[in-house]
């Protein structure tokens, strides 16, 4: 009984943290995306950005299982061929992960 009551008591500890939502502005992410990215990528459903299979549109890349916050800041940071390295800022790395992750329906 006595760890059941330790176990709740840390739980109820933990579930501020689980609560926070992501850090990031999706508001300015879709700016950044829109002065960045559009020129490649689709960026939203509909445009702006190329029609073309070049680079894969934004919502294909939420729709994945794989797209985490964690991974899409790994990929973000990690210079690719045929992307520009940007060297985004925390606050700007912040707003382009929130702006991706709000695309899945």
């Known amino acids: 009984m006595?760890?059941?009551?330790?176990?709740?008591?840390?739980?109820a500890l933990a579930a501020p943290a689980l609560a926070q939502p992501e850090p990031g502005d999706v508001r300015a992410g879709r700016g950044l995306a829109a002065n960045w990215c559009a020129n490649c990528?689709?960026?939203?459903?509909?445009?702006?950005?190329?029609?073309?299979?070049?680079?894969?549109?934004?919502?294909?890349?939420?729709?994945?299982?794989?797209?985490?916050?964690?991974?899409l800041?790994?990929?973000?940071q990690t210079p690719h061929a045929g992307m520009p390295d940007y060297h985004l800022t925390r606050e700007q790395l912040d707003d382009l992960v929130a702006y991706l992750l709000s695309l899945r329906r």
Do not use: K, N, W
């Not at 689709?42 to 299979?53: F, L």
């Not at 800041?73 to 973000?76: A, C, G, H, I």
């Open 2 to 11: 006595r760890s059941l009551a330790v176990f709740a008591a840390l739980a």
């Open 41 to 71: 990528h689709r960026i939203a459903p509909g445009g702006p950005g190329p029609a073309t299979d070049v680079a894969a549109p934004f919502a294909s890349i939420a729709a994945m299982p794989s797209s985490t916050s964690m991974s």
């Open 73 to 76: 800041r790994v990929f973000l």
